[in-house]
């Protein structure tokens, strides 16, 4: 297993901070402010993926990054705080522990580097003399368990560089669009720019069957503060349109005409399929059989691969197998076959 954590120093947005960290990994676990803890067991080069992460990252959406690759997670979040506190000097990239070496790395370090530990256990430590983390690994592991009970066995495994915790979670997903800007643009400008964005994300909400509940513009100019305007989104914004006019209305919140960078995330992204939408009706109306049409063409648009015709659906071999095993689901696509007329 290969941990990277990051810290992104006087960082401006945690978003565009999860966004980049997704090109890597979709793996991960937000810590504190600022700081992110990537799983890269999959990466054959992980400190050249960090190399690129921080240029994504730094001067745009923070003045430092600071990061370091081990294999559990004490060890690169202690790697990292202790190139924050300047203790590792010399090392200005990514500091990589190879397999192996964390109780050698941690050993000369203060014993306040085990961060999972309870503060007051490390203040019990330090009256009684202990200051680096090598101290408390000479001490046998059947005392720790003695002076602190199932505790020291705890800190028994971190003094000698275990740490059985996982990364679980999974980084939110988000949509980005960035692009460098030269100054003040025209107004044909501004709309070819604001076309292609909406036009860039409908294409990857299409691909990967999912919509974004919040649009953020932010614009991080050369000189001064970045200007930031987001908007909520409680249903599906999945068409070009849609999303251009969603734009056009943050567009004067955050322009200035000045050189820059313009970034637009969407996300997190939620599963498109759950917003499916299903009707039925027993005979098609004839009067009203054009109408109805229509409203199938609209529904169609607004939620792609969500609607068709019930003539053109072909029940799937995996519906054939819970069919099989249950009764309702049999008695259902009994129905759906009567009512060729079906939309779902």
């Not at 947005?13 to 997704?22: I, P, S």
């Not at 690169?76 to 990589?96: C, E, I, S, Y």
């Not at 759950?274 to 004839?286: E, G, H, V």
Request: net charge positive.
């Amino acid at each position: 297993m290969q941990v990277a954590h990051c810290y992104l120093e006087g960082m401006i947005a945690e978003e565009g901070f999860l966004t980049a960290c997704t090109v890597f990994t979709d793996r991960g676990e937000p810590g504190e402010k600022g700081e992110v803890f990537l799983d890269f067991t999959r990466l054959a080069e992980p400190e050249k993926a960090l190399r690129q992460l921080k240029k994504m990252l730094v001067p745009h959406l923070g003045c430092r990054l600071l990061c370091s690759v081990a294999e559990n997670r004490l060890t690169a979040r202690a790697a990292t705080l202790a190139q924050k506190d300047g203790l590792l000097v010399g090392n200005k990239g990514p500091v990589l522990i190879l397999p192996g070496a964390a109780a050698r790395f941690l050993a000369p370090l203060p014993i306040r580097y085990l961060w999972p530990a309870d503060p007051s256990w490390l203040r019990r430590l330090q009256l009684l003399g202990l200051k680096t983390v090598g101290q408390l690994a000479a001490i046998p592991q059947e005392e720790l368990y003695r002076s602190f009970g199932p505790k020291g066995l705890s800190l028994a495994a971190w003094s000698r560089g275990r740490d059985a915790s996982r990364i679980k979670n999974r980084l939110p997903s988000f949509i980005t669009y960035s692009v460098p800007l030269a100054g003040e643009l025209s107004y044909q400008q501004q709309e070819y720019l604001l076309s292609a964005a909406a036009g860039k994300l409908t294409a990857e909400q299409r691909s990967r069957q999912a919509w974004g509940e919040r649009l953020e513009l932010m614009l991080v100019p050369e000189k001064g503060a970045p200007q930031k305007a987001t908007r909520e989104f409680q249903v599906p914004h999945v068409t070009v349109p849609e999303l251009k006019f969603a734009l056009k209305q943050l567009w004067p919140q955050v322009w200035l005409p000045t050189e820059g960078l313009l970034s637009i995330n969407l996300g997190p992204l939620a599963n498109l399929a759950a917003q499916q939408l299903n009707l039925f009706w027993a005979r098609r109306p004839l009067k009203d059989q054009d109408r109805l049409q229509a409203v199938v063409q609209r529904l169609q648009e607004r939620y792609p691969n969500s609607v068709q015709l019930g003539v053109k659906e072909k029940v799937s071999r995996r519906e054939q197998m819970l069919a099989f095993f249950d009764p309702l689901r049999r008695q259902c696509m009994s129905a759906e076959r009567r009512q060729p007329n079906a939309i779902g």
